[in-house]
């Protein structure tokens, strides 16, 4: 499809990426000058897809995008038509998603971990404040700017906690990064994305996943039935207390884990006052903390209830 000249009041200057359903463009606003980022799909498209139908969930987004003002999360300005297309005005974002820069770098030093683990959380307590769940945070889902400054974005899986828009039967998110009781298709609340912060913190500090699969039934095994080795077994550098903090992060049942994000974000700042052990910079040979894997970790998908 040829890229549209005008989304509405907003002159397209180029396409800044493709989705399966979509395509996101960088545009400016003529009134104003303002440069934005607009997502848009077809709506028919939207019409067609399963019963948590699409175009629900895109129009949930917007919505739910806009009551949200945080410095750390993606802001959303409005959404609406332009004949066949459904939109949204985001935040234009100039920085790299987090999983590109953890392909290219493999784990981040503890400093930078601790301090995009920060931004993180602090976004997650604002959303769950509001009653917000997102429900697929993943480094795809993080933008990362050149001053290590976040954005959460994409919540177009989000809920607003007790709503039903999402299909009975039907689970919607990433399996590396859903939380066991998300996975059997329970009710979740925000400690599901707590459990997902978890795994986005483990992946900070070892580069790897913790809940490794060469597909997602695997993945989702390993989700449900095995531990992750500690952290302090597969990387040097990180504060002793780090490992209590991810395996309450990662606790299979959600009554142990973290209550809320602002009590998970306390216990981090906790743990980087303990010793670091051993110290930066010693050569050990290390455990490795799970195998390579051909999944995409980054997918997010719909799994059906025959798999869980």
Partial sequence: MNAPQR???YDVVRELGEGAMGVVYECHQRRSGARVAIKTVQ???LA???GDSAMARFQREAELGERLHHPNIVTVYEHGHDGVLAYIVMELVQGQQLNRML????RFPWPEAQFIMQQLLDALDHSHRRGVVHRDIKPANIMVMNDLMIKVMDFGIARVQSSSLTQVGTLLGTPTHMAPEQLAGDVVDARADLWS????????LTGKNPFAGKTSAAVMHAVIQTEPAPVSTVVTGVPSGVDAVVKKALAKRRALRFQSADEFLRALDAAALTPVSPPEGLDLELAPAVREVDLDLDATVVVPPTLR
């Fill in 48 to 50: 067609d897809r399963d």
């Fill in 43 to 45: 709506a028919e498209a």
């Fill in 103 to 106: 392909r290219q770098r493999g």
């Fill in 7 to 9: 989304i509405g009041e």
């Fill in 197 to 204: 912060a978890g795994v986005l913190f483990y992946e900070l």
